[in-house]
DNA sequence: GCGCTTTACGCTGCGCGTAAGTATC
DNA sequence: GATACTTACGCGCAGCGTAAAGCGC
């Protein structure tokens, strides 16, 4: 296999233009270094592709017959290398990525906004899953990145900080608590229901890290899986939570009253999560790169 | 347009392999040129192919993406040079000749036969037409040689001998012309009705050549075209001819006498004609060299 | 003799292999 | 420490350009 891109865009030129001479020209190379790439090409192939006298150029049979394949061959190249640099400029692909339910509606939609305009030809796949299944889903390959609060540390992974995020009590208007929007101890929540999420969010391991947690805190009398569930439940008046400052439903069923949680303060740092071994792909950096650029600006302001 | 087939041909082999030092042995290069051939690609395409740390090589979104496209690219290339290799060893390929009939019908089936044999990819188109057709059609390319006497030089055009044909003169058998099968000199012909043929025949310009030819056979009474009408004229007895020998008729219609023409002995070339600018296909050298051989042998023997 | 292709020749730089470096298991 | 990729370095040769030669018109 010694046949050239070089020699056949070499032969296509010269069986166009009737001329060594002029191919050169298009080619920008010298007519000597033309005709030896042509005869090497005809070395190679074990065929006169042309006739040529000092005064015309004339293609073979076999020539005329290769000419149309080699044309075709070289478009096919051109057009393969100019897609992929497409991707490489992001006039087009694909971003796919995975966030907790609470950052995919309210810090993303502008953000993603943003970015639609800047790379029009780039299409954006955004799923919403738990801290947990955030993680398994990038580590799965099945998205280009994920954000959520670390869930379990994972040497495969990468987590970079993009916010942080306070806890903060959560009840109805009308429950006592909510007489106050002072910050709250966690001892005081130690007297009322407690609505708890299931151990594979985000939420749950960060509680637990918090020292004489009460004992309806770690063993919540009812736990749910998500916030839409939990809203609904808060909105029924059947107990209390903390929710980090996001995660709060923006339009709860029932109004409900948040007052931040002190001694300690509890933050939950929400991250930029990517497989650590993969590079990610143009669009994609582009997109994670204006995330945190966001969150940085967010954070600042 | 930097991208070679060599760096396409490098990729695919490493995503094959999942491995440089499995791909380099494949493409028996050392594996650091692989390294430097596929990093030069992906930064010719803008593009990262593989992710690498030092114990894994895996596809990029990208470069999985790219994968069956290079493929299908080199795949094509491979065809497309092998279809040209193939024609370029005679295994595929075509002839295209014309001849003259009498040579068409003698002369070239056992050699066409032999030809068959040892080329069995290669299709033959075997025109007949008289010299002066035959000249034309090599001139307009519509064939790769032509096979007949030389019916007027002409410089585009060159004539290679393959036989001597001499005049004999043909007659029915009960004519008087027909008591011996001696020689004849040509003005024993004045004295009977001639049957010519026409001057775009390669055999008309010949008579021209004799000096003293008798008016009879300068200016014929009949003038036909073609052997086979020459042949019914002859049957019919309506006169005698001077053919080359290899132009009678093999199966004529009447029994013919043939006496051989003396004082000049008159003989035509049968030759390979073919443009002088253009060479022969791998197909047609090798079918004009072994017409050449044959004839040879047939002098000799 | 002019214009085109081919051949000849000297040189530059690409691309290879060897060897050293680096990182991971 | 073993393994696999990357970087560094030196070298040979492919392939270029210039110059000279062949060949038709």
């Known amino acids: 296999m010694n046949v050239t891109l070089k020699q056949l865009q070499a032969f296509v030129e010269v069986a166009r233009q009737g001329s060594f001479t002029g191919a050169a020209k298009r080619l920008l190379v010298s007519q000597p270094a033309l ?6 090409l005809e070395r ?8 040529r006298t000092t005064r015309k150029v004339q293609l073979t049979q076999e020539g005329a017959g290769f000419l149309p394949t080699a044309e075709r061959l070289l478009n096919d190249v051109h057009e393969a290398v100019a897609d992929l640099r497409e991707v490489a400029e992001r006039r087009r692909g694909q971003v796919r990525l995975v966030s907790l339910p609470s ?4 810090l993303l939609p502008p953000i993603l906004a943003r970015f639609g305009e800047c790379y029009p ?6 799923h919403d899953a738990n801290a947990s299944a955030v993680q398994t889903r990038v580590k799965n390959r099945e998205v280009d990145f994920g954000i959520a609060s670390a869930w379990r540390s994972d040497a495969d992974l990468s987590f970079t900080p993009l916010l942080s995020d306070s ?11 909510a007489a106050s929007t002072e910050p709250v101890r966690w001892h005081e929540l130690a007297d009322w229901v407690f609505l708890g999420l299931a151990p594979d969010t985000g939420i749950r391991p960060l509680l637990d890290t918090v020292p004489e947690l009460p004992a309806n805190v770690q063993r919540p009398r009812y736990e749910v899986s998500n916030i839409a569930t939990l809203d ?7 107990g209390i939570t903390v929710l980090p400052r996001m995660a709060v439903p923006q339009a709860p069923k029932a109004r409900c009253v948040c007052r ?4 300690p303060e509890l933050t939950r740092r929400i991250c930029l999560i990517q ?19 966001a969150a940085e600006s967010d954070t600042a302001g």
């Not at 497989?275 to 650029?293: N, V």
Request: net charge negative.
């Open 167 to 177: 806890f903060h009590l959560v009840c109805r208007h009308d429950h006592p608590l």
């Open 260 to 263: 931040p949680m002190i001694e």
């Open 232 to 238: 609904g439940l808060l909105g029924a008046g059947m």
């Open 121 to 126: 030809g780039i299409t954006v796949h955004l």
């Open 275 to 293: 497989l650590r071994d993969r590079s990610l792909s143009p669009a994609a950096a582009s997109l994670a790169a204006m995330i945190q650029a």
């Open 103 to 106: 950052v995919a509606t309210d």
């Open 35 to 40: 005709t030896v790439t042509v005869r090497d």
């Open 44 to 51: 190679d192939l074990g065929v006169r592709l042309f006739d």
